[in-house]
């Protein structure tokens, strides 16, 4: 059973543009959860999904954040005209019933 | 006031040695308690996993909850290079499906 995935692992994008961020769970998995990761900081939770829904998003900065779970394929965290201060590294956990979390690999994202 | 409190270190041990890691907690709510193992540049791997106050091992590792101090702590027995890592502890309160985690702790365990 393969584990969490996440692409890409690095990514790095210019001020103004926009960032995408995928990530498969686990097979049998249908909650989904992602965690921002800033230098020298823990983990901060940003939103958590079950396909289709988004169940709690309260982590999640006001503007310009927004995440997906489709019924069909990855979970996606789509970050718009992005900040230096997005830099970090972006984690997603899947649980099969929400207790348990797996971590994927996270996706670095760097924002010149 | 933070609420989940973990000391950063670094912390150097020799191979061998007990390792002693903790975190304390503001919030009376929580009620499930993880041990996260994080090597560098990778995704945090859970170790540990109780929702009870007591004692609960797992081979080399034991974790202890004490919900009256609200103060729990991994210990690592017979420490080796490949426990190198940061240990994340994180807590859960019941019905939230979020947790929360300390800035984690990390130790270097030399050959």
């Known amino acids: 059973n393969a584990g969490v995935m996440q692409n890409p692992r690095h990514l790095v994008r210019r001020r103004g543009q926009e960032a995408r961020l995928r990530c498969s769970p686990m097979?049998?998995?249908?909650?989904v959860y992602w965690y921002r990761q800033l230098p020298e900081e823990g983990l901060k939770f940003m939103v958590y999904l079950q396909k289709e829904n988004i169940i709690d998003e309260s982590g999640m900065p006001k503007e310009r954040f927004s995440a997906e779970f489709p019924k069909e394929g990855p979970s996606i965290l789509r970050i718009q005209q992005v900040v230096r201060g997005d830099s970090a590294a972006y984690f997603c956990?899947?649980?099969?019933?929400?207790?348990?979390?797996?971590f994927g690999p996270g996706t670095r994202l760097t924002v010149l | 006031q933070k609420e989940v409190e973990q000391d950063p270190g670094p912390l150097s041990v020799p191979e061998g040695a007990i390792v002693s890691l903790n975190c304390t907690y503001s919030n009376s709510a929580f009620q499930y308690f993880m041990w996260y193992r994080q090597y560098s540049r990778k995704g945090p791997e859970l170790l540990m996993y109780?929702?009870?106050?007591g004692n609960k091992e797992d081979g080399r590792f034991t974790a202890q909850v004490d919900k009256s101090s609200k103060y729990i702590s991994l210990f690592i027995r017979d420490s080796q290079p490949s426990d190198s890592a940061t240990y994340l502890c994180?807590?859960?309160?019941?019905?939230?499906?979020?947790?929360?985690f300390g800035k984690g702790t990390k130790l270097t365990v030399n050959p």
């Open positions: 109780t929702y009870s106050s």
């Open positions: 956990a899947s649980s099969p019933q929400g207790d348990v979390l797996y």
């Open positions: 994180a807590m859960e309160k019941g019905g939230s499906e979020k947790l929360v």
């Open positions: 097979k049998g998995h249908s909650h």
